[in-house]
């Protein structure tokens, strides 16, 4: 085996951290809250992630926290994580844009940037675990 170019540019590819993040909306069964869903998934091969700050950037930064979903969050490969955000913390204007607002950090100073999650099932749990102060 020669090791060509072409060979180190895959290795480096595939061992990259391919992080993705996507928003749904969606309603909080326990609760009946609407809420927009920020979905981490971790797609790198074999590395792990960590996501330190979640946000929607808005004229004013709108920060999620949740008691149930504590930050910093370290992901396994191929392992996903959900966090909300009750809809109405969000100003009126910028509702229908909150799908491509949503930001993360991880833990390299990387900032990944939301896309609309468009396969979501219709009902589900969300990963991450318990919810327990719904």
């Given at each position: 085996?020669?090791?060509?170019?072409?060979?180190?540019?895959?290795?480096?590819f595939?061992?990259?951290?391919?992080v993705?993040?996507?928003?749904?909306?969606?309603?909080?069964?326990?609760?009946?809250?609407d809420?927009?869903?920020?979905?981490?998934?971790?797609?790198?091969r074999?590395?792990?992630v960590?996501v330190?700050?979640?946000?929607?950037?808005?004229?004013?930064?709108?920060?999620?926290?949740?008691?149930?979903?504590?930050?910093?969050?370290?992901l396994?490969?191929?392992?996903?994580?959900?966090?909300?955000?009750?809809?109405?913390?969000?100003?009126?204007?910028?509702?229908?844009?909150?799908?491509?607002?949503?930001?993360?950090?991880?833990s390299?100073?990387?900032?990944?940037?939301?896309?609309?999650?468009?396969?979501?099932?219709?009902?589900?749990?969300?990963p991450?675990g318990?919810?327990g102060?719904v």
């Amino acid at each position: 085996w020669i090791a060509t170019p072409l060979g180190w540019a895959r290795d480096a590819f595939l061992g990259r951290r391919q992080v993705v993040l996507k928003v749904h909306r969606a309603i909080l069964i326990e609760g009946h809250r609407d809420c927009y869903f920020v979905n981490v998934t971790n797609h790198s091969r074999d590395r792990e992630v960590e996501v330190t700050h979640i946000w929607f950037e808005c004229e004013r930064r709108v920060h999620v926290l949740q008691r149930d979903r504590p930050l910093p969050k370290r992901l396994r490969p191929d392992e996903t994580w959900e966090t909300w955000l009750d809809v109405s913390l969000l100003p009126p204007a910028v509702r229908d844009d909150a799908f491509k607002l949503a930001r993360a950090r991880l833990s390299t100073d990387k900032v990944l940037k939301s896309e609309r999650n468009m396969t979501v099932p219709d009902f589900g749990a969300v990963p991450g675990g318990p919810i327990g102060g719904v």
